[in-house]
Each structure stands twice: as C-alpha cells, then as structure tokens.
C-alpha cells in the first residue's frame, strides 16, 4: 500500500484526534516535535492549520495547532454542494413529505446494510467495533473506546463526508442516530455527545447497557407510534 504523504498524514491526525502541540503531533506521527513543527509551518503558509497559544503552568504559552476551515476543506464531502442544492429543490417542489420519504427510504437501506454486516456479532463491543470498521469506509474516520468509568463505550466520527447535505436536512442526523440504537441491540442505549453541526469538531456518542427500569429505544419508539 502506497505510503500517505507526511502533509497528509499531519492533515489527518489533526483531523482525528483535534488540536495538538507540536510535540503531541510528532508523537502520533512517530517523528519528533521539531520536525512535526516544520511540516506545522509549512502547512500554516497554505492557510491549511493555525495555531493558538495555551498557557500551561509555568513559562511560554503552549501553541496548539488545529485545522483551519480550508484545511477542514480537504476531506471529500460527497458532492456536497449538489446533494444540498438536491435536497432543498425536492422540499420546495415536491414538499416536506417528499423530502421525508427519501430520508427515511435511505434509513431503511442502511440499516439493512448494516444488519446484513453484523449479522452473527454477538456481543454488543464486537458490533460496536464492527460499525465502527463500516463507518470508516464509508468516510467517517470513526473510532470507538471504553469510556474511563467502564461503564460503557465512546463512539466517535471525526469527520462528516454527508455535514453539508445533513445541514441542509438534519433529519439525515436523526435517521442515523436512529439506526445506530437499532443496530447494536436492545438492550443498550445510545446517546450524541457531540456533534458536528452544533458546532463540535466530531461527532460523539456514548454507548451503555441499559439500565433497570429504563426504557429502551425500541420502546420509546413504540411508545410514539401509539401516540399516532
């Protein structure tokens, strides 16, 4: 597999893992703080990331370096621009249903996708892993882990190859939240943290088994549906 270009490759790990020292960054890039400092100005010049001083503790200021929205601008976004000019035409001229109907057509296509995927995964950590694997490929540079307490995992999607169109629609965001509780079972519950639209530079979910007493997705959404 060909190598990614050290401009890259500095691109992504502030993509991935958000503002870091200079220090910080060689230590992702197995390089030393020098050299990911250099690679630092180099891409400042492009206007591809900037710097802010962080005062910690005694002495100089800290620079954390972080991705400036022309360096946000490298990671693909799915024809982005044409799938919102799309969604906003098919509001204005075949209306909110219409528009509805797409959203949740693509919903019941992905998580048949991804029920097919994790077919015979067991437990729920295999599954997260295993969406995790999926969400990647399909751009979403996703990672998860054990959150610090133990009680239960953090999902993470450091980029948003759908963020224009989904600011277009944000039921796209409700679709998916959807089919991720669908998907990983019963008998957990999932949770946005964070999230790109609002502001955040990722998308965050926190994942936990389900408590006693509490009530599960599945019957918060049969709960809706009597309502109807």
Known sequence: MKSRPVADRVLHALKRHGPLTATELGEQLGTTGEAARQQLLKLAAEDLVGATAEPK??????????LTDAGHGRFPDA????TADL??????????PALDLLIATRETETRRT?????????RVEDRIARLAEMRAREGYMAEWHR????RGWLFVEN???ICVAASACQGFCRSELDVFRDVLGPDITVEREEHILM??????????PVSDGQPTHRDRKATRGSRR
């Open 79 to 82: 024809h982005a621009n044409l």
């Open 87 to 96: 969604l906003r035409t098919i509001r204005t001229t075949l209306g909110q």
């Open 114 to 122: 991804y029920e097919a995927e994790l077919k015979g995964v067991g």
């Open 147 to 150: 959150t610090e307490d133990g």
């Open 199 to 208: 502001g955040a530079r990722r998308c965050a979910y926190r994942i936990a």
């Open 57 to 66: 503790g005694v002495g100089r200021p800290a620079q954390t370096w972080h």
């Open 159 to 161: 980029h948003c190859p």
